[in-house]
């Protein structure tokens, strides 16, 4: 009578038992603390590029309509480009055309080059800053240019007389050489100097000379 007595209680106790651990399953997965299963690893990866891509094509959208919103600048003035002022030619006939134009008398600045010559390109940016000083649609001199090619290498040898490249020739209206600096641009400065003096005073000269000694400044050319 006493062992069924024991056996009916430890049956009894271990109903209890499993019904509290049951309930306290039921009550971790109500609240949310049920492991969840672990996704793959490519769907992982997936994840990860899509929430990239979404940040990125959003930070676009915001830099765009920041760059937008911001205030537009002032118009900037035109300014006259080196081939306004340094008149490239392509052929004999334009070159001429060039050194006796009707109606202007300047004397004319002629820069023989080829476009594989490394000197002639150093000579060439030189010449832009005397170029940019005294070659504008006001200024006292013309300027222009002339590449030694296949189609013009027999007209700059034997009727311009161009025996080394680069050269810097100044030219009258007549077509007449009047200086020739080889290629030195600071020699050429020089003989511009000189040519300009014939019509202006001598402080207005040595103005010039200065302005574009400096511009060339004191590496010698």
Not at 78 to 97: N, W
Not at 197 to 216: N, P
Request: glycine share 8%; net charge neutral.
């Amino acid at each position: 009578m006493t062992t069924m007595t024991v056996s009916s209680k430890t049956t009894a106790l271990g109903s209890i038992f499993a019904l509290v651990l049951l309930l306290c399953c039921c009550s971790r997965q109500a609240y949310g603390f049920a492991v969840a299963p672990a996704l793959p690893f490519q769907q992982h990866g997936a994840l990860t590029t899509t929430t990239t891509k979404l940040w990125f094509n959003n930070e676009v959208a915001r830099r765009t309509a920041s760059a937008t919103t911001k205030p537009s600048r002032r118009p900037t003035i035109r300014k006259e480009s080196v081939g306004d002022i340094i008149h490239d030619m392509d052929s004999s006939d334009e070159l001429l055309s060039f050194l006796q134009t009707p109606g202007d008398d300047r004397p004319v600045v002629v820069f023989y080059y080829a476009g594989w010559c490394k000197n002639c390109q150093r000579v060439g940016l030189q010449l832009q800053k005397v170029a940019r000083k005294l070659g504008s649609a006001k200024g006292p001199i013309r300027f222009a240019s002339m590449e030694c090619k296949p189609s013009t290498q027999d007209f700059l040898l034997h009727q311009m007389c161009v025996t080394g490249l680069p050269a810097l020739r100044v030219y009258d209206h007549g077509g007449d050489v009047v200086a020739d600096a080889g290629s030195s641009v600071r020699d050429l400065a020089d003989d511009l100097a000189g040519i300009l003096r014939d019509g202006s005073s001598d402080r207005e000269t040595s103005a010039v000379h200065e302005q574009l000694q400096l511009s060339l400044g004191v590496a010698a050319l």
